[in-house]
């Protein structure tokens, strides 16, 4: 399972393992309150990318398309949160305010289809 939570909103048992997904640490976040196992910063949208999308929701679609060619040239970091999904429950962590059209969400998405497609493989 895989959920999204914004990384600024309080840690529960309900989380499992909490991955912050930013390529930049949240502004005024303490690291003993966040309770991030991981920081996969190669999952996040390069620079370029943030600032070219800019939380626009009518940029929305040919985001994500930028969004998972990026992505796909970062298959290890990717394994590493489709394993750790395999073995528990995960929380994508973001810092955005926009809690709809953000890389968590989209990430999200991205790493479901992941999932069932490998899910597929193996009941063939």
């Not at 309900?14 to 999952?43: N, Q, S, T």
């Not at 943030?50 to 009518?58: E, I, K, S, T």
């Amino acid at each position: 399972m895989i959920n999204v939570k914004r990384v600024y909103d309080p840690p529960s048992r309900k989380d499992g393992k909490r991955i912050l997904v930013d390529r930049l640490w949240p502004r005024g976040l303490r690291k003993e309150y966040a309770r991030i196992v991981a920081w996969v910063r190669e999952v996040s949208p390069s620079t370029e990318l943030r600032l070219w999308y800019g939380h626009d929701p009518a940029k929305w679609g040919e985001f994500k398309t930028r969004y998972f060619a990026e992505l796909r040239g970062e298959q290890e970091a990717v394994e590493s949160i489709v394993s750790a999904a395999r073995r528990d429950t995960v929380t994508l962590l973001y810092s955005s305010k926009e809690e709809r059209y953000n890389n968590a969400v989209a990430l999200k998405g991205y790493l479901e289809a992941r999932l069932h497609a490998a899910g597929r493989k193996k009941a063939a």
